[in-house]
């Protein structure tokens, strides 16, 4: 079982920014991928970025060029630098991962709020 911490939430001004991060509780080597989704309400969890173990940063078209993910592989963390935050962007944002065996992991969100 891999526990996930998230913090870094909160309100900002449209314009402003915020950095979330999500520590993983897990063997280093046994994570594959670590990502970030959010939820708006009244709508479907959606993509944000992920950062695989063996390959290149994958943002969401939404948010290219003003969110940067980042990964600290010797404390399993992950963080979500975002900048130039829009009402758009607020909602609920959850840090997943997947470990070796393909199974992938949540964590309990971090509400972020942007005021216009």
């Known amino acids: 079982q891999v526990q996930l911490v998230e913090s870094g939430g909160g309100l900002v001004q449209a314009g402003g920014s915020l950095r979330l991060s999500c520590a993983a509780s897990?063997?280093?080597?046994?994570?594959?991928?670590m990502g970030w989704y959010r939820q708006a309400p009244g709508k479907q969890r959606e993509f944000v970025a992920s950062f695989a173990t063996t390959g290149s940063p994958d943002y969401a078209d939404s948010v290219k060029g003003r969110f940067t993910i980042s990964r600290n592989k010797s404390r399993n963390t992950v963080f979500l630098q975002m900048n130039s935050l829009t009402p758009e962007d607020a909602g609920v944002y959850y840090c997943t991962v997947r470990v070796w065996t393909g199974n992938d992991y949540w964590g309990q969100g971090t509400q972020v709020n942007v005021s216009s």
């Open positions: 897990s063997p280093r080597n046994a994570i594959t991928l």
